[in-house]
C-alpha cells in the first residue's frame, strides 16, 4: 500500500472512530438526563420508601435495617452517577483525539496481526469485545513505549507474551481528524516529540502520555514492592514521569486503590496548582498533594510558629546569618541526631518522662509528681505508649470520680444559669422519660441535678479530650531534657541545644526543628502511622533531609515511597551532603536515572551543564536548537535594571507568554518588581503566597520557581558575589534551567568562575560599560 493510501486509510478510521465516540455520547447524554430525573423523584420519595417507626424496639431495628437498605442503594446509585459522568469526560476527550499510536503485534505461534491503537482511554468496539482503543496503560500498550519494531514482548498476568512487532506508527489527531501520522523505531518519534517540545510555555503542565520515552515509561510502571528512587537531570521530565505513574497505578489497582491512598508532596503551593491538570486530563481523580510544611503545620501549628523552609532559605542565603544557624541546619537534618533522639527514647523507660499537672479550675487532680510514679512503677520492660495507656485510664477515672464530687460545689448551682435554653429543654425531656419508669419523683430536685450534672460534663470535657490525647506528658520538656543531655555529652553541639531550647520555650520551631521535635513527639505519645496510604510521592526529593524521609517512612509504613529528584538543584544546606542526599533508610531501594533533558534547547542544555563541571558531562540534551544564551556582565544595579528591561521587551516582541526574572533571594525579587513597577511593566511578584499561575512576566525568587518551566529566563545577577559557593553554582543552575527557549544571565560584576570557565562558544558574552558624559 503506498504512504498515501495508507494514510486515506488511517484518516477514515479516525473519522468512523470519531462518529462511533458521538454516538455513544449522544446514547449517554439521554441516560445521564433520565439518571437526573430519577435523581430527584429520589429525594422527593426518599421518605415514603423507608419505614420510620420508633415506638418499640422491633420497629426501631426494622427502621434501621430499611434506612440501611436505602442509604446503600443511594451510595450505589452515587458510585454509578461517578462512573457515567467520568466515562463522559473521557468519551468528550477521546472525540477530540481518539489515540495518539499503533502498534502491530503478532504473538509468537500466532499469524495472525493484532492491530493495537493506543489512546488516553479504552473504547470497545459495538461487539464489546474488540476495542477501538487501548488505554495507555493496558499491559500489551506497554510494547509502544519499550520497543522499536522487532522482537517484543509485553508481561500479562504472570506471563510473558513474546512476538514480533510489525509496525510502530504515531498520529497527530486535532479535533477529531487526522492531520498527520509517522512510522518511528525506538524513541518515540522524534519529530513528535520535537513539535511537542518547541510549543510555548503554560500556565499548566501537559501530559506526556503521547511521548513517553523508554526510560520514563520504566519508572512509571515499576511496581516492585521497594522504594523507588529517581535520579533524573533537570528537565528529564521526573514530575511528568510521576504524574504519569500516578495515573497508572491507579488505572493498575483500580477497585483496590483510590486517589485518597495516594500523596504526591511538592515542593511549594504554587506548583500544586501547576500540575492540578495532568492527572484530570488522563481520567483520574486528583491525589492528595501537599508541601512538607504544610503537613508540619498541620500537625504542630496549633501549639508553635513554625518557620516557613523559604524562610528558613533566606536566612541560610543571608549574609549576616550566624554560625550556630547554619549548624543547626546541618545537624538536625541527619539521621545521626534522629539516632540520638532514639537512643534518648529508650531511655524514657528508666528515668527523664516529664508530666503535667492536671487540672480542673485551679485545683490539681493529679499532680506531676503523682503521675511520674504511676509512669516509673512499671517495669522497665514494659513499653512506654503501653504504660500511657493506662495512664490515660486510670487518670480518666480520677476525673470522672472528681467530677461527681463537684455536684455539691456552690459554684454550680450558680452557673446553672449560664445554661441555654436546649439545656434546660434536654433535661426536662429526661426527667418525662423517668417518671415513666420510677414510681417516684421530686422534679425540681432532680431537674437541677440532671442540669448540674450536664453542665459538669461540659465543663469537664475540654479536661478529658486533653487527657485522652496524652497532653499530661510534657513532650516539650522532655525534649529539652534530651536537648541538655546531648549538650553534656557532646561540648561540640552545646551551642545549638541552647539554641534549640530556647526557640521551644517560646513557642517556635525552626524549619530545621520541626521535624525532629514532631518524630520525637510521635514516638513518645504513640506513632499515628497511617497504613491506609499506599504510595508516597516525593518530588524534588533532594530537598528533603534524611531526617524528614526517615520521618515520612514512619509515618507511612504501608506505602511505596518513591523519590524524584536531581541533587544538581539541591538548594538546601543540609541536602549538599551528596552521601546522605535522596536515600531512604531503607537501602533495598531500586534506582533509576534519567539523563536526557528535554526541557530546555540543546544550547541551553550544553551550557548550563556547564556549571556542574564534570558532573555535567553525563546530561544530555534533546535535540531542539535555539539561541545561544546571553550573558551580560554590567558595572552596577542601575545597568542591571535596564538590562533586565531589554530582555523584556526582547522577549515579549518574540511572542513568549511566560517570562522570569529569577532571583537568589525574595529581598532581590522585591526590589526589581519595585522597579519595574516604577517603569511602567506590567509584572507580578511570586511570593510563598502564591498559589496561582497567570501568563505574563514573573519576578520569583529561585526557590519558588522549582519544578516550574518558563519560555524564557532573565537570572537576576549572576555574579561570582551572589553564586559562587556550592549552594549557589546549585540555585544557578537550578534558575537558569527553568528556561525552555531562550536564556539571559546578567550580573553585576564579575562572574562565577564555574561560568568564566565555560568556552564561550557555548554562550553569547558581553561586558557592558558605561560611557561617561563629559
Ligand atoms: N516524554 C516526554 N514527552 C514530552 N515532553 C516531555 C517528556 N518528558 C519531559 N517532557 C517535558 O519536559 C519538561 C520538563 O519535564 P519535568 O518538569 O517533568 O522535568 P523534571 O525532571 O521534573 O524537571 P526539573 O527537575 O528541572 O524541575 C516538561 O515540559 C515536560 O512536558
Same mark, same amino acid.
Given at each position: 500500500?503506498?504512504?498515501?493510501?495508507?494514510?486515506?486509510?488511517?484518516?477514515?478510521?479516525?473519522?468512523?472512530?470519531?462518529?462511533?465516540?458521538?454516538?455513544?455520547?449522544?446514547?449517554?447524554?439521554?441516560?445521564?438526563?433520565?439518571?437526573?430525573?430519577?435523581?430527584?423523584?429520589?429525594?422527593?420519595?426518599?421518605?415514603?420508601?423507608?419505614?420510620?417507626?420508633?415506638?418499640?424496639?422491633?420497629?426501631?431495628?426494622?427502621?434501621?435495617?430499611?434506612?440501611?437498605?436505602?442509604?446503600?442503594?443511594?451510595?450505589?446509585?452515587?458510585?454509578?452517577?461517578?462512573?457515567?459522568?467520568?466515562?463522559?469526560?473521557?468519551?468528550?476527550?477521546?472525540?477530540?483525539?481518539?489515540?495518539?499510536?499503533?502498534?502491530?503485534?503478532?504473538?509468537?505461534?500466532?499469524?495472525?496481526?493484532?492491530?493495537?491503537?493506543?489512546?488516553?482511554?479504552?473504547?470497545?468496539?459495538?461487539?464489546?469485545?474488540?476495542?477501538?482503543?487501548?488505554?495507555?496503560?493496558?499491559?500489551?500498550?506497554?510494547?509502544?513505549?519499550?520497543?522499536?519494531?522487532?522482537?517484543?514482548?509485553?508481561?500479562?498476568?504472570?506471563?510473558?507474551?513474546?512476538?514480533?512487532?510489525?509496525?510502530?506508527?504515531?498520529?497527530?489527531?486535532?479535533?477529531?481528524?487526522?492531520?498527520?501520522?509517522?512510522?518511528?523505531?525506538?524513541?518515540?518519534?522524534?519529530?513528535?516529540?520535537?513539535?511537542?517540545?518547541?510549543?510555548?510555555?503554560?500556565?499548566?503542565?501537559?501530559?506526556?502520555?503521547?511521548?513517553?520515552?523508554?526510560?520514563?515509561?520504566?519508572?512509571?510502571?515499576?511496581?516492585?514492592?521497594?522504594?523507588?528512587?529517581?535520579?533524573?537531570?533537570?528537565?528529564?521530565?521526573?514530575?511528568?514521569?510521576?504524574?504519569?505513574?500516578?495515573?497508572?497505578?491507579?488505572?493498575?489497582?483500580?477497585?483496590?486503590?483510590?486517589?485518597?491512598?495516594?500523596?504526591?508532596?511538592?515542593?511549594?503551593?504554587?506548583?500544586?496548582?501547576?500540575?492540578?491538570?495532568?492527572?484530570?486530563?488522563?481520567?483520574?481523580?486528583?491525589?492528595?498533594?501537599?508541601?512538607?510544611?504544610?503537613?508540619?503545620?498541620?500537625?504542630?501549628?496549633?501549639?508553635?510558629?513554625?518557620?516557613?523552609?523559604?524562610?528558613?532559605?533566606?536566612?541560610?542565603?543571608?549574609?549576616?546569618?550566624?554560625?550556630?544557624?547554619?549548624?543547626?541546619?546541618?545537624?538536625?537534618?541527619?539521621?545521626?541526631?534522629?539516632?540520638?533522639?532514639?537512643?534518648?527514647?529508650?531511655?524514657?523507660?528508666?528515668?527523664?518522662?516529664?508530666?503535667?499537672?492536671?487540672?480542673?479550675?485551679?485545683?490539681?487532680?493529679?499532680?506531676?509528681?503523682?503521675?511520674?510514679?504511676?509512669?516509673?512503677?512499671?517495669?522497665?520492660?514494659?513499653?512506654?505508649?503501653?504504660?500511657?495507656?493506662?495512664?490515660?485510664?486510670?487518670?480518666?477515672?480520677?476525673?470522672?470520680?472528681?467530677?461527681?464530687?463537684?455536684?455539691?460545689?456552690?459554684?454550680?448551682?450558680?452557673?446553672? %444559669?449560664?445554661? *441555654?435554653? $436546649?439545656? !434546660? @429543654?434536654? &433535661? +426536662?425531656?429526661?426527667?418525662?422519660?423517668?417518671?415513666? /419508669? =420510677?414510681?417516684?419523683?421530686?422534679?425540681?430536685?432532680?431537674?437541677?441535678?440532671?442540669?448540674?450534672?450536664?453542665?459538669?460534663?461540659?465543663?469537664?470535657?475540654?479536661?478529658?479530650?486533653?487527657?485522652?490525647?496524652?497532653?499530661?506528658?510534657?513532650?516539650?520538656?522532655?525534649?529539652?531534657?534530651?536537648?541538655?543531655?546531648?549538650?553534656?555529652?557532646?561540648?561540640?553541639?552545646?551551642?545549638?541545644?541552647?539554641?534549640?531550647?530556647?526557640?521551644?520555650?517560646?513557642?517556635?520551631?525552626?524549619?530545621?526543628?520541626?521535624?525532629?521535635?514532631?518524630?520525637?513527639?510521635?514516638?513518645?505519645?504513640?506513632?499515628?502511622?497511617?497504613?491506609?496510604?499506599?504510595?508516597?510521592?516525593?518530588? %524534588?526529593?533532594? *530537598?528533603? $533531609?534524611? !531526617? @524528614?524521609? &526517615? +520521618?515520612?517512612?514512619?509515618?507511612?509504613?504501608?506505602? /511505596? =515511597?518513591?523519590?524524584?529528584?536531581?541533587?544538581?538543584?539541591?538548594?538546601?544546606?543540609?541536602?549538599?551532603?551528596?552521601?546522605?542526599?535522596?536515600?531512604?533508610?531503607?537501602?533495598?531501594?531500586?534506582?533509576?536515572?534519567?539523563?536526557?533533558?528535554?526541557?530546555?534547547?540543546?544550547?541551553?542544555?550544553?551550557?548550563?551543564?556547564?556549571?556542574?563541571?564534570?558532573?555535567?558531562?553525563?546530561?544530555?540534551?534533546?535535540?531542539?536548537?535555539?539561541?545561544?544564551?546571553?550573558?551580560?556582565?554590567?558595572?552596577?544595579?542601575?545597568?542591571?535594571?535596564?538590562?533586565?528591561?531589554?530582555?523584556?521587551?526582547?522577549?515579549?516582541?518574540?511572542?513568549?507568554?511566560?517570562?522570569?526574572?529569577?532571583?537568589?533571594?525574595?529581598?532581590?525579587?522585591?526590589?526589581?518588581?519595585?522597579?519595574?513597577?516604577?517603569?511602567?511593566?506590567?509584572?507580578?511578584?511570586?511570593?510563598?503566597?502564591?498559589?496561582?499561575?497567570?501568563?505574563?512576566?514573573?519576578?520569583?525568587?529561585?526557590?519558588?520557581?522549582?519544578?516550574?518551566?518558563?519560555?524564557?529566563?532573565?537570572?537576576?545577577?549572576?555574579?561570582?558575589?551572589?553564586?559562587?559557593?556550592?549552594?549557589?553554582?546549585?540555585?544557578?543552575?537550578?534558575?537558569?534551567?527553568?528556561?525552555?527557549?531562550?536564556?539571559?544571565?546578567?550580573?553585576?560584576?564579575?562572574?562565577?568562575?564555574?561560568?568564566?570557565?565555560?568556552?564561550?562558544?557555548?554562550?553569547?558574552?558581553?561586558?557592558?560599560?558605561?560611557?561617561?558624559?563629559?
Amino acid at each position: 500500500m503506498s504512504e498515501k493510501e495508507a494514510f486515506y486509510q488511517e484518516k477514515s478510521r479516525v473519522s468512523h472512530v470519531v462518529h462511533y465516540i458521538e454516538q455513544q455520547l449522544k446514547e449517554l447524554n439521554q441516560y445521564i438526563k433520565r439518571l437526573k430525573g430519577d435523581v430527584i423523584d429520589l429525594r422527593k420519595d426518599f421518605f415514603d420508601d423507608v419505614t420510620v417507626n420508633l415506638t418499640e424496639a422491633d420497629d426501631a431495628i426494622e427502621t434501621q435495617a430499611s434506612l440501611k437498605q436505602q442509604a446503600e442503594f443511594l451510595s450505589e446509585r452515587e458510585r454509578n452517577h461517578y462512573r457515567v459522568y467520568n466515562r463522559r469526560d473521557q468519551l468528550n476527550r477521546l472525540k477530540d483525539k481518539p489515540y495518539f499510536g499503533r502498534i502491530d503485534f503478532i504473538e509468537g505461534g500466532e499469524t495472525e496481526t493484532e492491530v493495537i491503537y493506543i489512546g488516553t482511554s479504552s473504547l470497545l468496539k459495538e461487539n464489546e469485545e474488540d476495542f477501538y482503543v487501548y488505554d495507555w496503560r493496558a499491559p500489551i500498550s506497554s510494547m509502544y513505549y519499550d520497543f522499536a519494531p522487532g522482537a517484543a514482548h509485553y508481561q500479562a498476568l504472570e506471563e510473558t507474551v513474546q512476538g514480533e512487532m510489525t509496525l510502530k506508527r504515531q498520529y497527530v489527531i486535532k479535533q477529531g481528524e487526522l492531520e498527520g501520522m509517522f512510522d518511528t523505531g525506538l524513541t518515540i518519534g522524534d519529530g513528535l516529540l520535537q513539535k511537542v517540545l518547541g510549543e510555548t510555555a503554560d500556565t499548566r503542565m501537559k501530559n506526556i502520555v503521547a511521548t513517553i520515552q523508554r526510560e520514563q515509561n520504566q519508572i512509571i510502571r515499576h511496581e516492585k514492592r521497594k522504594p523507588l528512587i529517581v535520579r533524573g537531570v533537570a528537565g528529564s521530565g521526573k514530575t511528568s514521569a510521576a504524574l504519569q505513574r500516578i495515573a497508572y497505578l491507579l488505572y493498575r489497582h483500580r477497585g483496590e486503590m483510590t486517589s485518597d491512598q495516594m500523596i504526591l508532596f511538592s515542593p511549594n503551593p504554587l506548583f500544586n496548582s501547576y500540575v492540578a491538570r495532568v492527572l484530570p486530563e488522563l481520567g483520574e481523580n486528583q491525589v492528595q498533594q501537599m508541601t512538607f510544611y504544610h503537613h508540619i503545620e498541620r500537625e504542630l501549628g496549633n501549639r508553635f510558629v513554625i518557620e516557613s523552609p523559604f524562610d528558613q532559605m533566606e536566612i541560610a542565603l543571608s549574609e549576616t546569618v550566624e554560625p550556630v544557624r547554619l549548624q543547626n541546619m546541618q545537624v538536625k537534618a541527619t539521621t545521626a541526631y534522629k539516632d540520638l533522639i532514639d537512643d534518648f527514647l529508650h531511655t524514657l523507660k528508666g528515668s527523664g518522662m516529664v508530666f503535667r499537672n492536671i487540672r480542673f479550675r485551679d485545683v490539681v487532680i493529679l499532680s506531676k509528681v503523682e503521675l511520674k510514679k504511676y509512669f516509673y512503677q512499671f517495669d522497665d520492660e514494659v513499653p512506654i505508649q503501653e504504660r500511657l495507656e493506662q495512664m490515660r485510664r486510670y487518670i480518666l477515672r480520677i476525673i470522672k470520680a472528681e467530677q461527681k464530687r463537684y455536684l455539691d460545689a456552690e459554684w454550680l448551682e450558680s452557673e446553672i %444559669e449560664l445554661l *441555654d435554653l $436546649s439545656d !434546660f @429543654q434536654e &433535661a +426536662y425531656k429526661k426527667l418525662e422519660a423517668e417518671h415513666d /419508669q =420510677l414510681d417516684w419523683f421530686n422534679d425540681d430536685e432532680r431537674e437541677r441535678e440532671l442540669l448540674k450534672t450536664r453542665l459538669l460534663k461540659r465543663l469537664f470535657k475540654p479536661l478529658i479530650q486533653k487527657v485522652k490525647r496524652l497532653t499530661f506528658v510534657d513532650t516539650k520538656k522532655t525534649y529539652v531534657r534530651f536537648l541538655d543531655q546531648w549538650a553534656v555529652t557532646d561540648q561540640t553541639y552545646q551551642e545549638i541545644a541552647t539554641y534549640s531550647k530556647e526557640q521551644i520555650r517560646d513557642n517556635f520551631l525552626s524549619y530545621e526543628d520541626a521535624t525532629p521535635f514532631l518524630y520525637f513527639e510521635r514516638v513518645c505519645l504513640g506513632f499515628d502511622e497511617q497504613r491506609s496510604i499506599k504510595h508516597v510521592i516525593l518530588d %524534588e526529593a533532594q *530537598d528533603y $533531609s534524611p !531526617f @524528614q524521609i &526517615a +520521618y515520612l517512612e514512619r509515618m507511612y509504613p504501608a506505602s /511505596q =515511597l518513591t523519590l524524584l529528584g536531581d541533587i544538581n538543584q539541591s538548594i538546601y544546606l543540609h541536602s549538599l551532603n551528596k552521601e546522605q542526599t535522596l536515600k531512604p533508610e531503607d537501602s533495598q531501594a531500586d534506582v533509576m536515572e534519567l539523563l536526557k533533558s528535554y526541557r530546555s534547547t540543546e544550547e541551553i542544555v550544553n551550557f548550563t551543564k556547564q556549571f556542574l563541571g564534570a558532573e555535567g558531562e553525563k546530561i544530555k540534551p534533546f535535540n531542539r536548537k535555539g539561541p545561544l544564551p546571553e550573558v551580560f556582565e554590567v558595572e552596577h544595579q542601575a545597568m542591571m535594571n535596564y538590562a533586565i528591561f531589554d530582555q523584556l521587551t526582547r522577549y515579549e516582541k518574540e511572542g513568549y507568554q511566560q517570562i522570569a526574572v529569577i532571583t537568589k533571594t525574595m529581598q532581590e525579587a522585591t526590589r526589581v518588581y519595585d522597579w519595574l513597577k516604577q517603569h511602567k511593566r506590567e509584572v507580578s511578584l511570586v511570593t510563598s503566597e502564591t498559589h496561582d499561575f497567570e501568563p505574563g512576566i514573573k519576578v520569583i525568587p529561585v526557590y519558588l520557581a522549582k519544578g516550574i518551566e518558563f519560555d524564557a529566563v532573565v537570572v537576576y545577577d549572576a555574579s561570582a558575589d551572589r553564586y559562587q559557593t556550592a549552594l549557589g553554582r546549585h540555585l544557578l543552575y537550578t534558575a537558569a534551567t527553568r528556561a525552555m527557549h531562550e536564556l539571559t544571565l546578567i550580573s553585576v560584576g564579575e562572574l562565577p568562575r564555574f561560568i568564566t570557565a565555560i568556552d564561550t562558544t557555548y554562550f553569547h558574552y558581553r561586558k557592558v560599560i558605561e560611557i561617561q558624559k563629559s
